[in-house]
């Protein structure tokens, strides 16, 4: 009995023994398996943050470097190209600016330049030769009319073309009589004065159909043998009006067509009563359309009335402004700018066509050996008279593109960079 007991106590042990050193011995290898991993864990961990920092690292020297490159954009053409495409570089100066008034107005026909076509006598329309907008030429034919009272006039005139030659024959006659005297010489006088009053008739005559409209020169050789009439412009311009149909009679109290010369018009503007004081006759004015918001044309006050409109407080003034290739067109409205003396200190300014945009700023294409040009963002004051202030982004004396900077900005953005300089 005690000797079982001995035996079940000694397995007992075993099993209690064994049982802890398996305990002990994982418990061990767990604890250097997980402090390992964490090591493991902390270096990964270390090293992404290192490469982490690299990458931003190089991201940022990247931004930088564009940046760096964004800043240094320019364009290089050399003096020879530059004059061949019209590129004028010049130094920056002070000058001064004087104020301006800016005016709206409507667009009209000059005056002074505008014929109402109608024909001097009464008569038929048998054919029109011009239509509505047809430009036309000083003394083109715009009508031919046949005319009764002209056949009139034309049948006196032959007859006093025939009664003169008849005169001239007959003193030439008594002549020859007279020298054989066989004629008395008062036959003679009587002769010359016969002579001298078929002149007269036929001199008449000729007057007559020239008011008419006919000339001598069409007269020759029995060209007007039909009594038709042409109608012609007295000026040259664009027809603006037309009231001719064949087959109407037309008299000289109806106009057959209104020639306009629009190669010069008249801008009448509106002047506030509290400006008149700084507007006189001959004053310089810029006129621009909004058809055309580029096109800056160059004028003068020519007129300003006697008159205050009462509701509106304002005064009439006439702008004449010389009119290339006929953009501006009666009844257009146009905006008006009126340049006051200069009573200012001189400031830095630069005409207004030197400046183009980039990203929505305004910039000037400036260079220090007058092949390479930059690009300066610049802060702009006042205008006036077609030039600009600059405030910032230049300086006295820097030389800049004053003329041809558009095409110095479409070759940067071509990317063309240096290509002119080759």
Do not use: C
């Amino acid at each position: 009995m005690n000797k079982k007991r001995i035996i079940i106590g000694v397995i007992l042990a075993v099993a209690l023994g064994g049982g802890f050193f398996y305990r002990f011995t994982h418990l061990k290898s767990g604890g250097g398996e997980h402090a390992e991993k964490k090591e493991v864990g902390h270096k990964e961990e270390k090293a992404g943050g290192h490469d982490e920092d690299k990458e931003k690292k190089e991201k940022k020297e990247g931004h930088e470097g564009h940046d760096e490159h964004g800043e240094s954009s320019s364009v290089k053409m050399t003096a020879e190209v530059q004059k061949q495409n019209g590129v004028v570089v010049t130094p920056a100066k002070k000058l001064r600016l004087g104020g301006m008034i800016s005016a709206t107005g409507k667009v009209e026909a000059n005056a002074d330049r505008i014929a109402h076509v109608s024909p001097r006598i009464s008569g038929k329309i048998v054919a029109v030769r011009a239509s509505l907008g047809d430009s036309v030429s000083a003394g083109q034919a715009l009508v031919t009319l046949d005319s009764v009272e002209l056949g009139e006039a034309l049948g006196r005139y032959h007859q006093s073309k025939t009664k003169l030659a008849l005169a001239q024959s007959n003193m030439e006659r008594i002549k020859n009589l007279v020298e054989k005297k066989i004629a008395a010489r008062k036959d003679i006088l009587q002769a010359e004065t016969d002579y001298k009053m078929a002149q007269t008739e036929l001199h008449t005559d000729e007057e007559r159909l020239s008011l008419y409209g006919v000339s001598a020169s069409d007269l020759k050789g029995e060209n007007y043998k039909k009594p038709l009439l042409p109608v012609r412009s007295p000026i040259g311009g664009t027809i603006t009006e037309k009231h001719a149909i064949v087959g109407e009679l037309s008299d000289p109290s109806k106009s057959l067509y209104t020639v306009a010369d629009l190669s010069s018009v008249w801008v009448l503007v509106d002047i506030n009563e509290k400006d008149l004081s700084k507007v006189h006759k001959g004053q310089a004015a810029i006129v621009s359309v909004g058809a055309f918001p580029d096109l800056k044309l160059k004028g003068r006050v020519t007129y300003i009335a006697d008159l205050v409109n009462e509701a509106t407080r304002t005064v009439k003034a006439r702008i004449e402004v010389v009119n290339p290739g006929r953009k501006l067109k009666p009844e257009m409205f146009a905006t008006v700018e009126l340049a006051l003396p200069s009573d200012t200190p001189a400031v830095l300014a630069v005409p207004e066509d030197a400046f183009q945009e980039l990203e929505g700023k305004k910039v000037l294409f400036v260079t220090d050996d007058g092949t390479e040009f930059e690009p300066r963002k610049v802060e702009l004051g006042r205008a006036s008279g077609g030039m600009a202030e600059v405030l910032a982004g230049l300086k006295e004396g820097e030389r800049y593109a004053v003329k041809g900077s558009f095409l110095l900005k479409s070759e940067m953005q071509k990317g063309e960079l240096g290509e002119h300089g080759h």
